[in-house]
């Protein structure tokens, strides 16, 4: 019969090494064109700071889901612990 387990130490590292690969993810650092009247050159300035305001919401999602994704571990320790204790209690009928 094939194990199935969590390993939870593992499981933690990697969503901790995601979480922090994101979080390093540096803003752009935004430009300013001086002297121009082509439009094109301006809405750079405006490009740059949209794609800041969006990685810096894609960092905070990230984070949140980080979170959540070391909670279901957890649960799901938690659940397989019980289910061991449980069927550890019935198995103890049967000796």
């Known amino acids: 019969m094939v194990k199935v387990s969590l390993d939870e130490k593992n499981w933690k590292s990697l969503v901790s ?11 752009i650092k935004v430009s300013s064109i001086g002297k121009t009247t082509l439009t094109r050159f301006k809405t750079f300035v405006d490009i740059e700071n949209n794609f800041n305001t969006t990685l810096e919401h894609f960092k905070t999602y990230s984070a949140a889901n980080a979170k959540k994704m070391t909670k279901v571990a957890d649960k799901i320790v938690a659940e397989d612990k019980k289910a061991a204790n449980q069927i550890k209690k019935n198995t103890v009928r049967f000796k």
Do not use: F, Q, V
């Open 17 to 27: 090494t995601a979480a922090n690969g994101i979080s390093d993810i540096e803003d």
